[in-house]
């Protein structure tokens, strides 16, 4: 599925089945968190847009929420526990630390912005965001989900080899590129 | 069981005759004391540092039982300080301990307080990761508390700056109270490639879209070289930048230019917002004097018909709109009147762009 | 296993992803080896970023390292380069789930260096705010507690509440989370209109709510056996650590800065400090539950007594801190925060030390931890209150 195009009304299908089905691996780093929580809870519930927090980790899941200031302390954990997450995996920087450093953009322990060791497919604004804007962030992520292929996306998620004269290649490229 | 605190408070020792105690036990140690704003402190000397604290510890009129904390003060030349703070529960008072660190700038060294409290342990690994000053007599300053393991540098320490602010200073306009000689506020114009101050973001993207597309098909809307209004209210303290922000060109702003897309710039748009707010409001207090007219005619004709049914409602008085703000909801503040004669102008622009 | 006789020191400061390194203990013929887990840094169990490494025989804890650091910000130098005002924004992010009594105590600390009179409705004001700061706080902890004892039911009530409380807050302030409503001087502005009648009914309502939390969880007999006698914490031993707040207060020691040194105008109404007897788990939670219905009635005191007035006093253009330091200690829901402002006469502190509670509260856990069993460790993890940001600063 993640190598052929499938047709639509199948691909409509999978692609719903898919988004309103998102695991969410419960990382919260900092007061996003808190808000994240108020997000999960009764009043504003985000479990009826079929994301569940209780992923038992991450390997379990399928969709990361990093709430919260990255520090360059906690930067291999975030990444080793990304790299733990089965393909596919979406990832919603939650607040203005983790999209960009937020108040702390001058610190010197501070990763000024979780994008900087991971891809991430949606940013949500705030200090910290409202429950409802995390809402918002999700249907987002849900709609980006609807229409997206995952043979495009496993391609642009491919590992690169860079070459010693500095071109970049990507691996499965790469025999051809040898050839030529 | 109850812990007695504050059961001696009223045979607590005044500050002057804790110092007169502390001498009496340490003779030269103590250097100074000073009470000012609230604390108590007593400057000792390096070798009388532990002594000192023992003291205060285990004298029966002094007993600080708590350990509060302990941490550094960057000197500039001089050196670090180590500042602990102990309090007594049983007497209810505070007192600082400072010492002067031996061996300057370079390596700083400062007797260790965890034989006597456990709570310095902590206390003092984390004043090691901030500036460097070794305790003897601990047990294991490293790994670092706080930083990252390979963390290069004593953060606190006034000679280590932080990088991204040498890279790139705050961006936004200075103190907006701060001014100069002839009483103007100062204003920080951005220089070539640095980042706009948050008010004139507008005027700014404004001009580096039309230095980027000069010749861009504008639909409707004024004359596109109109001046740009300011939308928001602004503070008093903003002047209008020179040309400065002209210059900032590198990366203008780049317009979608497929056809059929129209670019309005910030300003038309504002501009067109504003006459879109006037012909609103004017439409919506026609509409309103309209219905008014037409309430008082219908009342009129039914107390000429003579019957008891009661008029649609209550008749809204001119110039208001009923909703909650009125109604002294959790949204009025004192002094709400101009805030709300500013909303209900916002509110019956957005109705009308609604209808339309 | 056989191979290796001799032992290994486990490095407190293991990267994650470094090898688990095992300890050798030979007994004649029978050789164990003790294990160390490392717990977090990425954890349901632990109250955000925070890692313990534990050195375990079987299921007993023989030692116990917490690892901090992963939320370090670098408050302390960030406050060396930001001026009182933005200060403010800056200290509400450190203990997160009480912003308020966080900017209190530097405004308090800025205040009295530079001798500023503060209004009496601010800071009666302030002293609502801080209450209903403090009941939601320790809302949040009475629901995460029994969650990590696998009590879900708690965590909904508490939120429950906690939304209200926070859209009232929101209607003074405009934050729910990070409030940056103290300034120096007072606060911002004044509150809005009807909020007292809806401070007054929510008070009311929180407290017949409270009844469901002891119903649920303070009286359940799974609850009982999961933390009565776990963890006790002498008081001795709690002050020698700087451990404040209600674990200390569990401890025994009625030790409240609010009664001790009372700060803005809690001499003038009744604080009533609950106590426990053991400092184990059980007491320290009952200890929050007897501190929220304690600041329920304090908030009704601060209800009848609120005066009318100005909220602020008028700032100079260019706030500066006349040169000298001062210290002070206020009780931050989760124990005493202290504050240390030392000023050079300019606009940026030179030096702004927070003493927070939860640092000290964490350096006590490896003396709680040892000998316990590991599922008692997430029972005392739990129950000595911290918030990771408020030990890292």
């Known amino acids: ?180 | 069981m109850t812990y007695p605190v504050l059961s001696r408070a009223g045979e607590a020792l005044t500050p002057a005759e804790q110092e007169e105690l502390l001498r009496d036990r340490l003779g030269e140690g103590v250097l100074e004391t000073l009470d000012a704003n609230g604390t108590f402190t007593v400057t000792v000397a390096p070798d009388a540092w532990v002594a000192t604290t023992r003291a205060c510890k285990d004298e029966p009129l002094l007993a600080y039982d708590m350990f509060d904390c302990l941490f550094g003060v960057d000197r500039s030349e001089a050196g670090f300080d180590i500042v602990a703070i102990l309090y007594s529960t049983s007497r209810g008072q505070r007192i600082l301990l400072r010492v002067h660190c031996e061996g300057g700038r370079d390596k700083p060294v400062c007797p260790s307080l965890v034989d006597l409290y456990a709570g310095a342990n902590w206390m003092e690994r984390e004043t090691w990761d901030m500036f460097g000053i070794e305790f003897e007599g601990h047990p294991g300053l490293t790994p670092r508390l706080l930083c990252a393991e390979n963390f290069e540098g004593w953060p606190l320490r006034k000679d280590f700056y932080l990088a991204s602010r040498e890279a790139k200073p705050w961006p936004g306009v200075k103190e907006p109270a701060e001014l100069d000689e002839q009483g103007n506020p100062i204003v920080k114009i951005p220089g070539p490639g640095e980042a706009v101050g948050p008010s004139i973001l507008d005027e700014v993207m404004a001009e580096q879209a039309k230095i980027a597309n000069p010749h861009a098909e504008v639909s409707g809307g004024p004359d596109a070289t109109a001046p740009p209004e300011p939308a928001a209210p602004e503070p008093a303290a903003q002047t209008t930048p020179g040309p400065g922000p002209s210059e900032a060109a590198d990366e203008p702003e780049a317009p979608d230019e497929t056809p059929g897309v129209d670019f309005v710039t910030p300003e038309e748009r504002e501009a067109k917002d504003a006459d879109d707010a006037a012909i609103a409001s004017a439409r919506a207090e026609l509409s309103r004097i309209q219905q008014a007219e037409a309430r008082e005619q219908k009342a009129a004709e039914q107390a000429a018909a003579g019957s008891d049914t009661p008029t649609a409602g209550p008749a809204i008085p001119e110039g208001q709109t009923a909703d909650l703000r009125d109604e002294g909801g959790l949204d009025e503040r004192d002094g709400g009147d101009d805030a709300q004669a500013e909303a209900e102008g916002d509110d019956a622009g957005h109705d009308a762009e609604e209808d339309r | 296993m056989g191979d290796l006789d001799t032992r290994e020191q486990v490095h407190p400061g293991t990267a994650p992803g470094e090898d688990l390194v095992l300890e050798i203990r030979g007994d004649g013929d029978f050789d164990t080896a003790d294990m160390t887990l490392s717990i977090g840094p990425a954890h349901p169990a632990t109250h955000g970023v925070l890692r313990v490494i534990l050195e375990m025989d079987g299921e007993k804890i023989r030692d116990a390292h917490p690892v901090i650091g992963y939320m370090h910000r670098g408050f302390e130098k960030l406050a060396e380069a930001r001026d009182f005002r933005q200060i403010m924004a800056l200290t509400n992010r450190h203990d997160w789930l009480s912003g308020f009594s966080n900017e209190l105590g530097v405004a308090l600390a800025a205040e009295r260096l530079m001798e500023f009179e503060v209004p009496d409705r601010a800071q009666w004001i302030r002293m609502l705010l801080a209450e209903w700061n403090r009941v939601l706080n320790h809302l949040m902890f009475v629901g995460s507690y029994a969650i990590e004892l696998g009590a879900i039911t708690p965590m909904f009530y508490a939120f429950r509440e906690r939304e209200d409380i926070q859209f009232l807050l929101e209607s003074a302030t405009g934050g729910r989370l990070h409030f940056t409503y103290n300034q120096v001087g007072g606060v911002k502005i004044d509150l809005p209109k009807g909020f007292m009648k809806e401070s007054t009914d929510l008070s009311a309502m929180v407290r017949k709510r409270l009844q469901d939390y002891v119903d649920l969880v303070l009286g359940n007999e799974i609850f009982h056996a999961r933390t009565k006698g776990i963890g006790p914490l002498p008081p001795e031993v709690a002050l020698a650590y700087g451990v404040t707040g209600p674990t200390l207060q569990a401890a025994g020691v009625p030790e409240d800065s609010r009664v001790t040194e009372p700060y803005l105008k809690y001499g003038e109404i009744d604080v009533r400090v609950p106590t426990g007897t053991n400092g184990d788990s059980f007491d320290r939670f009952a200890v929050l539950l007897g501190r929220i219905e304690a600041s329920l009635d304090l908030i009704d005191q601060i209800h009848d007594h609120m005066p009318a007035g100005p909220v602020n006093s008028k700032l100079p253009k260019i706030v500066k801190a006349p040169e000298g330091y001062t210290y002070i200690r206020t009780e931050n829901p989760l124990g005493q925060l202290g504050y240390y402002l030392e000023s050079d006469g300019g606009k940026n502190p030179w030096r702004l030390k927070m003493r927070t509670p939860s640092f000290s509260n964490v350096q006590v856990l490896p003396y709680l931890l040892r000998g316990a069993l590991v599922p008692d460790a997430v029972a005392i993890l739990g129950s000595v209150f911290f918030v990771v940001g408020d030990v890292d600063r």
């Open chain 1, 1 to 180: 599925m993640d190598q052929v195009e499938l047709p639509k009304p199948v691909k409509f299908v999978f692609n719903w089945g898919r988004r309103y089905s998102l695991w969410c691996f419960n990382f919260g780093l900092a007061c996003c968190a808190i808000e994240f929580i108020a997000a999960s809870t009764a009043r504003h519930d985000f479990i009826r847009l079929g994301v569940i927090p209780f992923a038992h980790g991450p390997r379990q899941a399928d969709l990361m929420i990093v709430s919260g200031t990255l520090t360059d302390k906690m930067a291999p954990a975030v990444k080793r526990l990304y790299d733990e997450m089965p393909e596919p995996k979406y990832v919603i920087s939650f607040g203005s630390c983790a999209n960009c450093g937020g108040p702390y953009w001058d610190s010197y322990s501070v990763t000024k912005g979780v994008d900087q060791i991971l891809p991430i497919d949606v940013y949500v604004p705030g200090c910290p965001p409202r429950p409802e804007a995390l809402l918002d962030g999700i249907i987002a992520l849900q709609d980006m989900i609807q229409q997206e292929s995952l043979p495009e996306r496993m391609r642009q998620r491919r590992p690169i080899v860079l070459g010693e004269d500095g071109t970049a290649t990507p691996l499965d490229e790469l025999p051809a590129a040898a050839e030529a």
